[in-house]
């Protein structure tokens, strides 16, 4: 086992299977105007700001450190300390992707290893999350995401199930 594949082990999100992942990942390739954010190409500093601000948003705790995979990795990962991009992932859509996975170790921030088996990687609560940020930084209405996100069969969380930005929390 590489490097690579030792980080990917360590942050999985969970033990659970991650029966969604397929659906997710096509509805995330060509469901509009989603599918447009993996257009919107991105400096490795606005990366970093755009992983920073939707981090904030949610809590005063420092954001995951973005961190560059080497041209051989196929894919980017996330866990509560790191984010790793891979350098054909550097745009919105996978930048907000991976914060997404980040940000639902706020709600069980004790360890990965106490997540297992309570989350799927792409299950309803990722994609509560991640439609409320990319709803957050692009404006796209919430009811066009999720009925898009429905449409394609994938299953959503309740907003109460996913970490609450601050300005809710007031
Ligand atoms: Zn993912």
């Known amino acids: 086992m590489n490097m690579v594949e030792r ?3 360590a942050c999985e999100q969970a033990g659970r299977p991650d029966v969604q992942a397929e659906t997710y990942y096509d509805w995330e390739d ?8 993996l257009e919107e190409e991105l400096t490795w500093q606005e990366c970093k700001e755009m992983v920073a601000r939707v981090w904030a948003a949610y ?11 080497p041209p051989c990795a196929g894919a980017s990962a996330a866990c509560r300390q790191y ?15 991976e914060t997404a ?7 069980w921030p004790v360890s990965y290893r106490a997540d297992k088996g309570r989350m799927e990687g792409h299950g ?5 999350i991640h439609a409320e940020i990319v709803n957050a930084e692009y404006n796209i209405p919430m009811s ?25 929390r007031r």
């Not at 996975?101 to 709600?107: D, E, G, K, P, Q």
């Open 7 to 9: 980080y990917f082990m």
């Open 30 to 37: 060509y469901h509009r105007p989603f599918s447009l954010l």
């Open 59 to 69: 809590t005063h705790t420092l954001p995951p450190v973005l961190k560059s995979l």
């Open 83 to 97: 984010i790793k991009l891979a350098p054909h992932h550097r745009n919105a859509a996978y930048v907000l992707h």
């Open 101 to 107: 996975h980040a940000l639902l170790y706020l709600r």
């Open 124 to 128: 309803p609560e990722f994609a509560r």
């Open 144 to 168: 066009t995401i999720v009925a898009s996100m429905r449409k394609k069969g994938i299953k959503i969380a309740f907003r109460h199930e996913v970490p609450r930005p601050l300005k809710e």
